[in-house]
């Protein structure tokens, strides 16, 4: 009884802001646009799986998910080599410094997540920073914004702490014995990387790699502002269903079969752990 | 000439001298055992011949060969870990070859060598096994046959029965003697349990503030202590200061004269400490040497009972009470008694 008054408003709460929303957001999907306040047909009345249909008949949306797919999945590569070796680092520092190390990590959320984006419109148009310290070293100029490169860096280093810290927190807790074992048992540097730290750090990895993928694939802000135009991704598809269509059951739809395609992977992903 | 030699071996850590200008040599085939409280240096030393830590100064030479700035990967030394230190997502068999594997020994000849050790350490039938899925005591000996397996000219043990409960302890002594004598190899276990050290070692050598007190044979450390220190760590409870006396004679503070034998002549005068064993003092008259006290307090040890006998001029004896032939005749708390001993049990200590 005392268990269910301690979790009742856990439950109150999940219910009504990650359950409701999914439920009220998968029964719009099968509803149909018209024009009007709301723009739909009402819920539940005529369940009509059109919008399913168009979604895979439409080249262009599959199209913009293999297109996000890659995003996240170069994005998620990029994060864990960039972000592997500075959790090492971070965890093999001694431990006064460590503290100080994570705050770097986390100190970009201190800023707005927009404003950080921005920042690095300044750092890649073709007047900015870049650029400009190309010029001095008399190089030509590059065209860095509004291409794949960009929406690449943009992602990465949005989500980069998202890979660092679950990895940290499996680094931080490796027993350094095994690894000096390993080494006294005749294992070069990098064979004891490769034979003990990587190997049980494998949690640590699917942890980031989660946290990292899954937000990336369904990212419109960063492919919206650093990408070309023609980088249609699955959240920039969406915004415009919703925004510039006004067709919410269409874009109601792409999200389900977004939430629903991002579902099984983490299933397997618990079901492994 | 020496298998291990180590020729002024300093550590610092910071300010702090973890080992301080320490020669030592070795012989092959001995099972030398490095004995020190905490803090006193013995981890450091194993850790700087396993190659973890670079020392400030000194020398280790191996066979003849320098090993002094090898990497841990490079050194024919190999070490079992306090916490056993194996790799969780390995099976035994795979631990255990695993410094056969990067000595890039072909797959049959791991194998064999694997079950070999196995047998060696009785473990056959956990080969396929998790380390998770073993006791402690099993992974202890995974650990050592894992040491083992790629003959290092050096074995190096930290501690291997701290972490083993008291009968599983006295029980994997001797399969440590067994194993060390099969293998042939050098032995360097460090440990801060005496009777461990008695037990097992060929030699000890008595570890204080990163130096040797003293390194001898057990019998050599036990019975001829070379100071106050080495004496207290090896459990001599009664340490009384003095000054020699006549010849055969020291005259102890609080107790008065005593007949001591000393191993070689001090002039007369000279401070001195005697150390007593508890188990070489007697209750009751009947030596050559006797005093009169009365009993503190006693302690029930199972073998033996401790009393702590008071004296009338200040001092205090502790004397073990052998129960060999039963409890009837204990002297209670608050009890006249007479403490007599012989005089080669008076060990002169001038340091």
Known sequence: ?????????????????????????AALSFSTSIPGIPPFTPLLVAPDPANYAVLTEDAFYLRAALRSLAVAGVSSAACLLIGYPMALAIARAPERRRPTLLLLVMLPFWTGFLLRVTAWIGLLRDEGWINAGLGLLGLAPLRLLYTDFAMYIGVTYAYLPFMILPLYARLSRRDPDVEDAAADLGASPLVVFLTVTLPLSVPGILAGLALVFIPAVGEYVIPELLGGPSAQTLGRALWNEFFANRDWPMAAALATALLAALAVPMALLRARG | MAQLAIEGLTVRYGPAIALDRLSLAIDAGEMFVLLGGSGSGKTTLLRTLGGFIQPDAGRITLAGQDITRLPPHRRPVNTTFQSYALVPHMSVADNVGFGLRRQGVARAEIAARVRELLELVRLSDFATRRPDALSGGQRQRVALARALAPRPRLLLLDE?????????R?????????????A??????VTHDQDEALAMATRIGLLHQGRLAQVGTPAE?????????????????????????????VELDGIGPVRAAAPAPLPPGSVIHVALRPERLRIGAGGANQVNGTVAESAYRGGSVDHLVRLPGGAALTVAQSLGEGTAALPQPGAAVTVSWDPDACVLLTE
């Open chain 2, 160 to 168: 291997p029965m701290s972490a083993l409960d008291r009968n599983l």
């Open chain 2, 221 to 249: 450390i036990y019975e001829r202590p070379a100071s106050r220190y080495v004496a207290a760590f090896m459990g001599a409870a009664n340490l009384l200061p003095g000054r020699v006396g006549p010849p055969g004679t």
């Open chain 2, 170 to 182: 006295e029980q994997t002594r001797h399969e440590l003697l067994r194993i060390q004598r099969g």
């Open chain 2, 184 to 189: 042939g190899t050098t032995f360097v276990l």
């Open chain 1, 1 to 25: 009884m005392n268990r269910l008054a301690v979790l009742a408003p856990l439950w109150a709460w999940l219910g009504l802001f990650v359950a409701a929303p999914v439920v009220i957001v």
